[in-house]
């Protein structure tokens, strides 16, 4: 089972953030990066990835892909959800990117945003963060690799599937995107484990 662990001091070491974006919505994938950074990165560019606006995002986007030691991103398809939740979807997503990294590069320390950690972490020098994404700059780094990274997946599926705003709502259930449902079904990519409250006029 997942736990929150703190048995591990934080204070030095090389970290490495990792978080998610698209836990919520009713279709597309789950992303999710992690994200290790120098010294002197220029940290001023991140936030919460909420807390940027679309430009914002896109400019640290491509600093910390220019400028990051090391970063992973991930893609957790909806029939992935399906089989074995969104949950687990979102923690396998970023123990697999912080394992990739720890392949490549030297990290001392494992931070991961929310009050879980993987199994898939067990026995590595890892701890759940609540809130990281507002607190660890490898955290926000992460947040806004996955939320730039789900988004244009969404603008692109929006090319394809135009009747459900998909580019306005990012898959996420609005009264317009739950209209388009009632009106037009289930694409391929929607989460059939998500309930959906269907218009019943």
């Known amino acids: ?26 279709a597309g994938p789950v992303v999710t990066a992690a994200c290790v950074l120098p010294e002197d990165f220029p940290f001023e560019v991140l936030d919460d990835s909420k ?27 909806n029939e992935e959800i399906d089989r074995i ?47 990281g994404d507002a607190r660890f700059h490898e955290i926000m780094a992460a947040s806004i690799l996955a939320k730039t990274a789900r988004d244009r997946f969404m603008n692109e599926l929006d090319e394809k599937y135009p009747e459900y705003g998909f580019k306005k709502h990012k898959g996420y259930p609005t009264k317009e995107h739950i209209e388009a449902i009632d009106k037009y079904g289930y694409t391929p990519y929607h989460r059939l484990s998500f309930k959906v409250k269907k218009n019943k006029n």
Request: negative net charge; contains cysteine; proline residues 3%.
């Open 1 to 26: 089972m997942e736990e929150q662990l703190t048995l591990f001091d934080l204070s030095d070491g090389i970290v490495l953030g990792a978080d998610e974006a698209g836990r919520g919505p009713l």
């Open 51 to 77: 807390k940027l606006n679309e430009k914002q995002r896109e400019t640290a986007e491509k600093i910390i892909k220019e400028k990051a030691v090391d970063y992973e991103i991930i893609f957790i398809s």
């Open 85 to 131: 939740n969104i949950l687990q979807a979102s923690l396998k997503g970023m123990a697999e990117c912080a394992k990739r990294i720890m392949e490549r590069t030297k990290v001392d320390t494992i931070l991961i945003d929310g009050n879980k950690v993987p199994k898939e972490l067990s026995g590595y020098p890892v701890r759940a963060e609540v809130k």
